[in-house]
């Protein structure tokens, strides 16, 4: 069973990759979302996997520091 990889220009613009903290399709591809969330409902292990990393994965990009920081940079004030 293979779920098609998203495509951005072959540019990854974040960090999640496939099989590590995500399963990834493509925004319009109806089939391989159903595919995905089948195979989530279906699959505790790869669920409790894709968790771990995902956690891993994602708390160092959405600390309160670091998004007030970007918050601050998007409306032009210089964070201390």
């Known amino acids: 069973e293979k779920i098609a990889p998203a495509e951005n220009g072959g540019e990854q ?3 999640l990759k496939q ?3 995500a399963i990834v399709v493509k925004a ?5 979302f159903a595919q995905a969330l089948t195979r989530l409902l279906s699959n505790d292990s790869l669920r409790r996997q894709l968790a ?3 956690y891993d994965i994602t708390i ?5 520091p ?13 964070p201390k």
Do not use: Y
């Open 28 to 32: 319009d591809e109806v089939d391989g």
């Open 19 to 21: 099989g590590r903290g």
């Open 13 to 15: 613009r974040h960090p």
């Open 52 to 54: 771990e990393h995902a």
């Open 60 to 64: 160092p990009h959405f600390t309160w």
């Open 66 to 78: 670091r998004m007030v920081s970007n918050f601050l940079k998007q409306i032009g004030v210089q």
